[in-house]
């Protein structure tokens, strides 16, 4: 399945986080790679919402929406801002 | 739920279709009336909610495709298997109602301060967010040069053709068609790759600044190609929208 760009999720984001993230710094968990969300690669296909590092394909973030929640896991992210 | 768009949040709220105007055989452009618009960037898109009678919810995001100070329009592809789509290309009438929530996204937009060259590459319908900035560039009188190249598959295809024929001053527009060429076809007709990017685009030297929008294929393909010719990373936004599209 094709990724999109993280821009695709910048509504979901906005949504979660309350403000714009499209353009704030994710630094990969796995290999420490520093780019803006915008910039990730976004399988939007799955059961839930896959963010991926395009340096190493690690996961940085899923989110998984069940009726009115959406759970969220960032642990792929050494950090987000 | 419908609501007050207060700064800083995003909130689902109705819209109201003003006019739809017919691109192509396969895309409509959708005028709107959003109440409390808080004003967008070029190269920014909105979410647009359908709920069914079952509350069956489907979301897809659209680029907004008029510039900043203009009434939102979206310019939609109709995708055969689409759940969305073909409702907003076939069914949506003026006077109808649409839930959206934006506008969203900092790093696909283009700002005149943020220079160029630029260099737009188009495939498909991913043309929509690259009007969007081109009207920008004109109504805000910037004289930054541009070079676009839209890929299409046939003439016919061509978005906003007649505006593209007529391209502002200091504006190239370059069209390959990569299907079907009409008798005396005058431009390219192949894929848009790193022989057509090496004479088409801005030398790398010239320290432009690139927007890449459409199918992933064609996004992957010719943003690799600007790096590979020196375009810093960092110069080449890329905005993927799936799918293989029309190029």
């Known amino acids: 399945m094709d990724a999109v760009d993280g821009n695709a999720i910048g509504g979901l984001l906005h949504e979660l986080f309350g403000t714009e993230m499209t353009t704030s710094i994710s630094v990969c968990g796995a290999c420490g790679s520093a780019r803006q969300v915008g910039e990730l690669a976004v399988y939007a296909h799955a059961p839930g919402t896959v963010v991926r590092c395009r340096s190493c394909d690690g996961v940085l973030m899923v989110f998984v929406k069940i009726g009115d929640r959406t759970c969220v896991d960032l642990l792929g992210l050494a950090s987000l801002g | ?247």
């Not at chain 2, 008798?183 to 990017?197: K, M, Q």
């Open chain 2, 1 to 247: 739920m419908a609501g007050t768009a207060l700064r800083g949040r995003l909130t689902w709220q109705v819209a109201q279709v003003l006019a739809v105007a017919v691109e192509t055989a396969s895309v409509r452009t959708i005028m709107l009336d959003v109440p409390n618009w808080p004003g967008h960037q070029a190269g920014q898109h909105v979410d647009i909610r359908l709920t069914d009678e079952d509350n069956y919810v489907a979301e897809r995001s659209y680029s907004i495709a008029s510039a900043p100070g203009e009434p939102v329009a979206l310019t939609v592809e109709r995708l055969d298997d689409g759940e969305v789509s073909p409702y907003l290309t076939d069914e949506l009438r003026a006077g109808d109602e649409l839930e959206l929530r934006g506008p969203i996204g900092g790093y696909f937009v283009w700002e005149p301060n943020d220079g160029g060259p630029l260099l737009l590459l188009a495939g498909g319908s991913g043309i929509v967010p690259l009007r969007s900035i081109l009207r920008h560039r004109e109504r805000t009188g910037s004289t930054v040069p541009v070079r676009l190249l839209y890929s299409s598959r046939t003439l016919d295809d061509v978005i906003y053709r007649s505006e593209l024929d007529k391209p502002a001053v200091g504006v190239e527009v370059v069209h390959t068609l990569t299907r079907h060429q009409p008798p005396g076809w005058s431009g390219y007709a192949r894929r848009v790759d790193a022989a057509l990017l090496a004479e088409v685009a801005w030398p790398a030297s010239t320290m432009p600044l690139a927007y890449v929008c459409g199918p992933t294929s064609f996004v992957e393909a010719a943003s690799q190609a600007l790096v590979q010719s020196g375009y810093p990373p960092q110069r080449v936004k890329t905005e993927r929208f799936g799918g293989t599209g029309g190029t």
